[in-house]
């Protein structure tokens, strides 16, 4: 696709999914918001969406609708809802993958590309990954203070002939996006991000910058160095100096912020450890890779998480 898509449905309003809404609206793109949340769903069809920024405040008109009131043709399918719901909410707009529309997944952890391709073909679905900071401040008002970027790339080389209009798309609406041969690599290394920081803050209950401790650090690094070592045993060559300067980064620049994990168990929401920490010791244990320290994060998140009956 050479020429950049317009028409856009992004499935899952929480705060990236708003950040990419609000954007993408403001540049001229025709942007449907779809989520189970009615009642956000009506302050968004009613409001738009307020996003506050390094520039200023910018008031967004977007479209809110059920999935099943979402109607075709779509150019782009962009999932951003957390990991445990990526498979009830492709299937909720499996009605667009008419074999013309792409699946774009920017979201956390890994098994969402897996869930997408149980409704759109592989040579559909684009993957990547993002490092905006992103914070709900209401049900249609979201900040992002600070720089991010964005990196995707075809889940299947198939794909990969698609990727250069979307990331145009998004970077000409000031998302910074650019085509990764390496896409893999990038997941990985966002994957191994998140299980370093994520769980840590959700279990201490801190920001990003209440990490940035003898403590903390000890326990990230090593959560980094378990994930390197899976991801090489699966043929994943993490960038150690690069993922290592990302986190010094976030410690230093991004310390107020709180990880979505931490959001969500501070409303009481069940959390997304089985994408990311849980998903790592998945594959470890496969592979035969001792991950201790991102085991017990894990379990440490499980055991804080609303009961299941």
């Known amino acids: 696709m050479a020429e950049a898509p317009r028409k856009i449905v992004i499935v899952g309003a929480g705060a990236m999914g708003c950040l990419l809404a609000a954007r993408l609206a403001l540049g001229g793109a025709q942007v449907t918001v779809v989520d189970v949340d009615a009642a956000r769903l009506a302050t968004i069809a009613r409001e738009g969406i307020t996003l506050c920024d390094d520039t200023g405040t910018h008031h967004a008109r977007v479209a809110a609708a059920r999935a099943a009131d979402v109607s075709g043709p779509a150019d782009v399918v962009i999932l951003m809802t957390k990991g445990m719901h990526s498979a009830a909410a492709i299937q909720s707009v499996a009605h667009l993958a008419n074999g013309q529309c792409l699946a ?7 098994g969402n590309v897996e869930a997408i391709a149980t409704v759109f073909a592989p040579d559909r679905i684009l993957w990547g990954v993002t490092d905006f900071p992103a914070d709900l401040d209401g049900p249609a008002q979201v900040s992002s203070h600070g720089a991010g970027h964005i990196w995707l790339g075809g889940a299947d080389p198939v794909a990969d002939v698609h990727a ?4 145009i798309l998004l970077d000409r609406n000031g998302l910074n996006a650019v085509v ?10 966002k994957v191994a991000f998140n299980a370093a920081l994520n769980a840590l803050a959700t279990i201490t209950g801190k920001p990003v910058g209440g990490l940035d401790c003898t403590e903390g650090r000890r ?16 043929g994943v060559p993490i960038d150690r100096p690069r993922l290592l300067a990302k986190i010094e980064h976030a410690l230093a620049h991004h310390r107020g912020h709180k990880p979505s994990m931490l959001q969500d168990r501070l409303a009481g929401r069940a959390t997304e450890i089985e994408s990311i920490n849980g998903a790592i010791v998945a594959l470890a244990d496969q592979a035969g890779v001792p ?7 894990a379990d440490l998140v499980r055991m804080g998480e609303p009961r299941r009956e």
């Open 104 to 110: 774009l997944t920017l979201q956390n952890g890994l």
């Open 164 to 167: 250069l209009g979307v990331a």
């Open 180 to 189: 990764d041969p390496q896409v893999r690599v990038a997941v990985w290394e």
């Open 219 to 234: 326990i990230a690094l090593a959560v980094v160095e378990e994930t390197m070592a899976t991801a090489q045993a699966h």
């Open 291 to 297: 991950v201790p320290v991102t085991r017990t994060l």
